[in-house]
């Protein structure tokens, strides 16, 4: 056997720099030259070598700019040093410690604390917030009233959902992603290794599923699965006034929004009973208490007790007999969910008519309440004689199938897709417009309301001519919603009263004429995405993700993101899995272009939380822990590698939150505000950018940097020669 290592006796030392170890020893040299090769190959970072007896452990890969072979390295010359020095051993390299990164921390410790400052980390206010002037105030206030607050109402509520609800299932007409996506929205959503739900769209455009309401007859809970914002609630809401009113107006329907209504302090289960007593209460003039009403639920226990033990004090002592029986229905009511399902028994038997409960954004609570919901559904369903509606989103779904309440039931489950969000916003602004012009009276309004609706109908007729007009506008928020109607609406809803908008500007020029009006260019509403209510980027508040941010000194990692995007898009195009790629073959090109696992690991779960990418049961992947089997591109992210990146206002926005490695180019990115300056400071990261891309080999993955740097390039020289033109 080749000894590897040869060190001077006495020497209780494990840590070595790998050139003192190997300078006279050529057989170490090799091996560890040979290891670092394959490691390389393969984007491992860490490598070993042994004879059996002896290890060397090293970090094969690196990106701080040193070669591994100048390195350190962990060195155990024998069996018995391993003993000795046990706990370093299991800390560098049994399979925790290498998934924690103890080796790296021991050798060339945090490579993050290593990176130069973000630009970001020197401004003591950041990210701040974004002052609103009274205008901009007024604007957020009145949007949020008439766009979100009065459709909620139920004096308006039949109005709003004839004159907004748009049908499900129709694909966007401005979506990046590809039409075969689109339809596949919910396909291999579902872990193919556990059984799978078997999905009916509840409705499509020529209205709702017949087997929609036909399932209402089944004694099982009917699972309407819907990704957050689809419109979950509105379909239900749709449903029961505008496309079954027959059916609903019959039966006693029982809305539990377990969202917003019920508190974290209450019992689930009595949370339920609560609710549906006050609704029967309320609604339909039925007091499960009430005197005569109870004695109906409990008139055969009334008539066995009569003929009971106590059957004697009927005639020799009425009054005590009566006492008995209301001690007797006293102990009925004392169990409420007995009595509550006894009740709803006795109005289903007695006056004829179906019984339906909807208990709606359980999803919105923790997993544990999730399980919960849906064992009260199915208990409901099947003992109560009522038809019991649950919504959730397709990963609470897999999670309960896998987890918990699920695991044993393989129901039809009803999907809804989400709308066309062009028409969506259409109907909505067109409503909101009949609002402000009072065209649909409002019982009560706020005093000096009508001023600021003034305000607020320019501002709406701005934005209805823009989406008809600046199909780059339509296609910024179809992308980045990606489905999600009530994002949708938030954006807009945010753009109204920003404080990085002038939207007096644009009241006062949709004002002088109301024909040609104010066009909102994408920038502008790039703009107040990018910043929400900060005065700076701040990746952690924004919908709108960093690119180029990185977690080591690698140069290359700038593009890591945008490069997986393309990536995962390319391979998901030429297959027929619904957009869907293994993610082992991901690993495998990554690697092969020289990343680390670590890399990819990071980028995976930096786009995945950012929802740029999608994978298998929407589950968020940790790092070191097993991948999801299957990933996916988002309209989100592909507006990302498409659009964004060439866009000076995106640009502007994340050079703050970018480490940049290049000294030259971190000395002239400052923090300034004047346009001309910005204007500048683009043009030395796009600089920096192109020199960090000019050295990798990365044509045909799905993303060319040299595209988006040739359209921000113009787009500078353009804006550069507006403010010629004003100057």
């Known amino acids: 056997m080749i000894r590897l290592i040869y060190l001077p006796a006495g020497n209780s030392k494990i840590e070595y720099s790998i050139k003192s170890i190997s300078r006279d020893n050529k057989n170490l040299k090799a091996a560890i030259s040979q290891a670092a090769a394959y490691c390389q190959e393969r984007g491992a970072p860490f490598g070993a070598v042994s004879n059996g007896y002896q290890i060397v452990a090293f970090i094969a890969v690196r990106s701080d700019g040193i070669s591994p072979l100048e390195g350190k390295a962990l060195v155990f010359c024998s069996l018995e040093k391993m003993l000795e020095n046990f706990l370093d051993l299991w800390q560098a390299l049994s399979k925790p410690g290498v998934e924690e990164k103890r080796l790296q921390a021991r050798l060339i410790g945090d490579l993050q604390s290593q990176l130069p400052r973000k630009l970001s980390e020197t401004i003591a206010t950041y990210p701040g917030i974004k002052g609103r002037n009274v205008f901009q105030t007024d604007l957020q206030t009145v949007s949020d009233l008439v766009i979100e607050d009065l459709t909620r109402s139920e004096v308006l509520e039949k109005d709003f959902l004839e004159e907004c609800y748009c049908k499900t299932g129709a694909l966007s007409q401005h979506s990046l992603a590809s039409k075969n996506i689109l339809e596949a929205r919910y396909a291999a959503l579902f872990d193919s290794k556990a059984p799978a739900p078997v999905l009916v769209k509840a409705a499509d455009r020529q209205g709702i599923s017949p ?84 004695r109906g639920v409990y008139h055969s226990d009334l008539q066995r007790f009569r003929k009971g033990i106590y059957s004697d004090l009927y005639d020799t002592d009425p ?46 609570r923790d997993e544990s309440t999730q399980q ?36 044993g039931y393989h129901p039809k489950a009803f999907s809804v897709s989400p709308p066309r969000v062009d028409l969506v916003l259409k109907r909505r602004l067109d409503f909101a417009l009949k609002l402000t012009r009072g065209e649909i009276p409002i019982q009560v309004l706020p005093e000096g309301m009508g001023v600021r ?91 709108i993700a960093n690119l180029f941010d990185i977690s080591s000194n690698d140069p290359k990692e700038h593009f890591v993101l945008p490069l997986l995007i393309g990536v995962i898009h390319s391979l998901g195009s030429n297959g027929s899995n619904g957009g869907f790629v293994e993610t082992n073959i991901v690993y495998e090109h990554f690697q092969g272009l020289g990343f ?46 498409s659009r964004l990146c060439g866009l000076f206002a995106y640009i502007d926005a994340i050079i703050l939150d970018t480490p940049i490695l290049d000294s030259e180019t971190r000395e002239v990115v400052r923090d300034v505000r004047d346009i001309d300056l910005r204007l500048d400071r683009a043009e030395s990261f796009k600089g920096y950018l192109d020199d960090q891309w000019s050295g990798m080999s990365m044509q045909g993955l799905g993303f060319d940097w040299n595209n988006a740097s040739n359209e921000l390039e113009q787009q500078i020289a353009y804006i550069r020669g507006r403010l010629r033109r004003f100057a």
């Open 211 to 294: 087997e929609l309401l036909a399932e209402s007859l089944s004694r099982r809970p009917i699972l309407l699965i819907g990704s957050v914002g689809v419109g979950k609630t509105t379909f239900i809401r749709n449903l029961i006034k505008v496309e079954a009113p027959s059916v609903f107006e019959k039966a006693i329907t029982l809305y539990i929004d377990l969202g917003s209504q019920a508190t974290l302090s209450i019992d689930l289960k009595s949370f339920v009973i609560k609710e549906v007593t006050n609704q029967l209460r309320k609604d339909y003039e039925i007091d499960i208490e009430e005197r005569n009403f109870v």
């Open 319 to 364: 009054q005590r007999f009566k006492e008995k029986e209301i001690e007797l229905l006293e102990k009925k009511l004392a169990t409420p969910e007995e009595n509550l399902k006894q009740s709803l028994r006795h109005i289903a038997n007695g006056r004829k008519q179906q019984l339906i409960m909807i208990l709606d954004n359980s999803d919105q």
């Open 372 to 407: 919960q919901v849906f064992l009260i559904s199915q208990e409901i369903a099947e003992h109560w004689s009522t038809t019991v509606f649950v919504t959730l989103r397709p990963e609470t779904f897999h999670r309960s199938q896998q987890l918990g309440a699920l695991s």
């Open 453 to 543: 609706f003034a305000s607020l109908e320019a501002i709406i007729c701005s934005f209805l001519k823009s989406l008809r007009t600046n199909k780059e506008l339509s296609e910024c928020i179809d992308n980045i919603s990606g489905g999600n109607i009530r994002l949708a609406l938030d954006l807009v809803r945010g753009f109204f009263g920003s404080g990085h908008i002038d939207t007096q500007k644009i009241v006062d020029i949709q004002g002088k004429d109301s024909r040609t009006g104010y066009i909102i260019p994408l920038h502008e509403f790039v703009r107040a995405v990018l910043f929400g209510d900060n005065i700076y980027y701040d990746a952690t508040r924004s919908p």
């Open 596 to 641: 680390t696992a670590n890399q990819v690991d990071e980028a995976l779960v930096t786009s995945t939380r950012k929802k740029l990418i999608e994978t298998t049961a929407r589950l968020i992947p940790q790092p070191g822990q097993i991948m999801p089997h299957t990933l996916r591109v988002t309209t989100l992210g592909l507006y990302h590698i």
